[in-house]
């Protein structure tokens, strides 16, 4: 384990009791959301440094005291016993605070726009992605998180080809940026009369929700175009044109909203336009330092295959960790997908303090 900077863990705490300073003083609601934002990223660090600061100092107390000759043989021994114990606790400590110092994705603490869409295997794959957006749904529901659909077209059978939501709430694309990639299912379908298994997939696409401030979209940039929303047939067919297309001219990107009224159909897909244009800059900059980021769990191309669900033998298998659970049903219905997203989390952060380790040794 490299050593702790001491100087850079006092700059936290100076800059944890200054943010606090300002809060208290009452900020306008702008430098208010941003102070609190930061503050909220601090407080775990500044309480792990003091937590550590602490045991430190009771060891070195310990320490103090069995070295005393002037103590009895009876507490020299008791100290001995304590420091053994405490040892241990500074060590985890240590290890804990590494991790909270470990570089994070700037996203990580935003709401993320989810993209799933039905690959090969036809109806069946339809059905599948249908099934990995209600367990996303359920995963937010048991994470406190806000589910919005921008956009949805259903296939024959009630699967989805194409859904687009917006999964709100404090960092969700911490966790859901390693759904990033080909889903594969292995199942006898519905429609399958012989019994056989068949393998279909899904890609998912996780971006993280863009602000303003991150995007500059001009308005000579953007093409609007409205459209009939297409319906399920009688009373229920939208039959004004409430559906929008929103195209961004630099980029050719593509956004349709069609779910709502025209005025929420704007505001819908300029969300999504804003938050694939910053993923296209993210990407763009992060092939450039791909050597740097080795560290990363998946690189989230939607070519790469990271997930198998065989319905079968009840098994989920992340290709990514060479995880298997015998627990496909928790899985699916979101309940057991944190087993798993916890898992990618910690081999990520295993590989990011091997790094600190080789870097530190080199």
Do not use: C
């Not at 959301?33 to 500044?46: G, K, Q, T, Y």
Request: glycine share 6%; net charge negative.
């Amino acid at each position: 384990m490299p050593a702790l900077p001491q100087e850079k863990l006092d700059k936290l705490v100076d800059r944890w009791e200054a943010i606090r300073a300002e809060l208290n003083a009452g900020p306008d609601p702008q430098s208010y959301a941003r102070l609190n934002r930061e503050f909220a990223e601090l407080d775990p660090l500044v309480d792990s440094i003091r937590r550590l600061a602490q045991a430190e100092h009771e060891l070195g107390e310990l320490q103090e005291l069995s070295r005393d000759a002037s103590a009895g043989a009876e507490m020299r021994d008791l100290a001995y016993e304590e420091m053994t114990d405490l040892r241990k606790r500074v060590a985890q400590l240590r290890d804990e605070l590494q991790v909270l110092l470990l570089p994070k994705d700037a996203a990580d603490e935003r709401s993320a726009i989810v993209e799933i869409r039905a690959g090969t295997g036809g109806d069946e794959a339809a059905l599948f992605a249908a099934d990995l957006f209600r367990m996303y749904q359920r995963y937010a529901d048991l994470h406190g998180w806000q589910t919005e659909i921008i956009s949805l077209s259903e296939s024959d059978l009630g699967g989805f080809k194409e859904i687009i939501a917006s999964f709100s709430g404090r960092g969700v694309f911490a966790r859901m940026k390693y759904e990033s990639g080909v889903h594969r299912v292995q199942r006898v379908p519905e429609t399958e009369a012989g019994g056989r298994i068949h393998t279909s997939a899904a890609t998912v696409a996780v971006l993280p929700e863009a602000e303003e401030v991150d995007v500059d979209i001009r308005p000579e940039d953007i093409r609007i175009d409205t459209m009939r929303a297409s319906g399920a047939g009688g009373q229920h067919v939208n039959r004004t044109d409430s559906a929008v297309r929103m195209v961004h001219i630099p980029t050719g990107i593509t956004v349709v909203s069609a779910e709502k009224s025209q005025h929420q159909n704007r505001k819908l897909a300029m969300m999504v336009l804003r938050s694939r244009i910053y993923e296209q800059e993210a990407t763009k900059r992060a092939d450039e330092r791909a050597e740097a980021r080795k560290t990363q769990v998946g690189s989230g191309d939607r070519s790469q295959r990271i997930r198998t669900y065989n319905f079968p033998q009840g098994r989920v298998s992340d290709h990514r960790i060479n995880l298997t659970l015998h627990k496909l049903a928790e899985v699916i219905a979101g309940d057991g997908l944190d087993e798993i997203v916890d898992a990618l989390i910690s081999h990520h952060q295993a590989e990011q303090l091997a790094a600190l380790h080789d870097e530190a040794g080199a």
